[in-house]
Structure formats: structure tokens, C-alpha cells
């Protein structure tokens, strides 16, 4: 079966990072020190991202919707990657997927592409390069749901969703909890000013929070579990209990 073990060369070297969006990303990697040191290596470029070691972990995350892209190695230790990536496809993924294995005939690749990959890339492979194909296949996918505690904020409507109610978002409101979302821990109210509103003249920090007031009426109106806490000296942090997952 294709798979097996190999790595990314030359992480940790890298000496001029590249300008790129943060990418929620879910990595499906069971060797371990690969799989540790690429998430390392991604946080460090600003991404979002957590690890699954079997198939088994990776079959639910998968379909959670919360990840821009998926990185799937094709041998797992309790399933064959080509197998989940059908599971998935069936079950209506639609984020895109680069799948990671030590072969690379035209045949496995022509059977990984049909499989529902999106790009697929040979091991040993360079970090820049995977930087590059995650970047690549970001901006191919386009705008993403996210599960927000019972709530999804659905990207191409602009709108918190529950089941058949939605509360509609201003453009800036959609912007600001998209950023929210995307990060792990606590966001500071001048990157999220940099980030949301950009180098717009005139608008001060304190529109941050005039806007995280908009967003918690609207949560709170739409019935999510998640909540906007305010972090002492830093500025905000996106709370998604665990226990309440998203509704359709």
C-alpha cells in the first residue's frame, strides 16, 4: 500500500517567511515526530492547526467543517487515507485535501486524485513547498463554513445559521468573527483591527469592541453556545464548548 514514512527536509531553516492568510488546517499524520514538527512549523507561520494520528480520530474531524484545508497521509495505522478521503467525499466534504505519501507513480496519484484529492504531494517534500500548495489550495477553496457551539456561521450566505433560523452579518461583523475563529487563543484588538479593518485612517481600537458587542447580541440571539470573552490586557477570545455541536 502506498504511504509509509518520510518527512518534510529543511524545517526549521527557513529564513524568509512567506506572506500568506492564516489556514485553519486539520493534519492527518501518524509518524510522530513529522507530524509534531510540521505542526510546529505551521503555527509558526500563523496557522491554525491540530494533529489526528489514525483514521479513526480523523473520520469525524473531518467532516466538522472547521478546517480550510485537510493534509491526509495515505498510510495510516488503522486505515487506508485513499478510503477516508471516499468516506469523506461521500459525506459531503467539500474542503479541499492534499494527500501526503512516499510514492509517487502516475498510477497512485492518478488514484488518489480520483479519489477526491485535490493536490497530493511525495515524501520527502520541501516545507516552503507545502507552504505553497496549502496557500494554493486556501484560495482555490474559497470561503468555508465554521461550527461555532450549536451555530455555523455560514460563509456564503454571511450569516449565523441554526437549523432553519439565521441571523444575517454586516460584512466588518463577518470579518471579525471569521478572525476570531481562526485563532486558537486570544486575539489583541490591534491585530484584529489590522486584520478586520485594515489601514483604514481615522478608526481607533476602540471600534473592536463597539463590534464584539454587535457579535455577542447576535450570538446570544441565535441561540449559540459560543461566546466572546474579553481577555485582561490582551483583547478578545472566541469560547467554543466542546458539548455542543453544530446544527445543519
Not at 509509509?4 to 510522530?32: I, K, M, N, Q, S
Not at 486505515?79 to 478521503?85: F, H, P, S, T
Request: glycine share 12%; aromatic share 4%.
Amino acid at each position: 500500500m502506498p504511504g509509509g514514512h518520510g518527512g518534510a527536509e529543511r524545517l526549521g531553516t527557513r529564513v524568509a517567511p512567506v506572506d500568506h492568510r492564516r489556514v485553519r488546517l486539520l493534519l492527518v499524520e501518524d509518524e510522530e515526530r513529522l507530524a509534531a514538527a510540521l505542526a510546529r512549523g505551521l503555527a509558526e507561520e500563523g496557522h491554525v492547526v491540530e494533529v489526528a494520528s489514525t483514521g479513526g480520530e480523523a473520520r469525524a474531524q473531518g467532516l466538522s467543517g472547521a478546517w480550510d484545508v485537510i493534509v491526509l497521509d495515505w498510510a495510516l495505522p488503522d486505515a487506508d487515507g485513499v478510503a477516508l478521503l471516499r468516506e469523506w467525499r461521500a459525506g459531503g466534504l467539500k474542503t479541499p485535501v492534499l494527500l501526503l505519501t512516499a510514492r509517487g507513480t502516475t498510477g497512485e496519484k492518478v488514484t488518489g486524485l480520483r479519489a477526491g484529492a485535490d493536490d497530493y504531494l511525495v515524501k520527502p517534500f520541501d516545507f516552503d513547498e507545502l507552504l505553497a500548495r496549502l496557500e494554493a489550495l486556501r484560495r482555490r477553496g474559497g470561503p468555508v463554513d465554521a461550527p461555532l457551539g450549536g451555530v455555523v456561521l455560514d460563509a456564503r450566505r454571511r450569516a449565523l445559521v441554526r437549523g432553519a433560523d439565521s441571523e444575517p452579518l454586516t460584512a466588518r461583523e463577518y470579518a471579525l468573527l471569521s478572525a476570531l475563529s481562526a485563532q486558537a487563543g486570544p486575539c489583541s484588538r490591534a491585530d484584529l483591527l489590522a486584520e478586520v479593518w485594515a489601514k483604514e485612517p481615522g478608526v481607533s481600537a476602540n471600534v473592536v469592541d463597539v463590534y464584539v458587542g454587535y457579535l455577542r447580541t447576535k450570538l446570544e440571539r441565535i441561540g449559540a453556545t459560543a461566546r466572546i470573552d474579553s481577555v485582561r490586557g490582551v483583547g478578545y477570545r472566541l469560547v467554543l464548548p466542546k458539548s455542543s455541536p453544530p446544527e445543519a
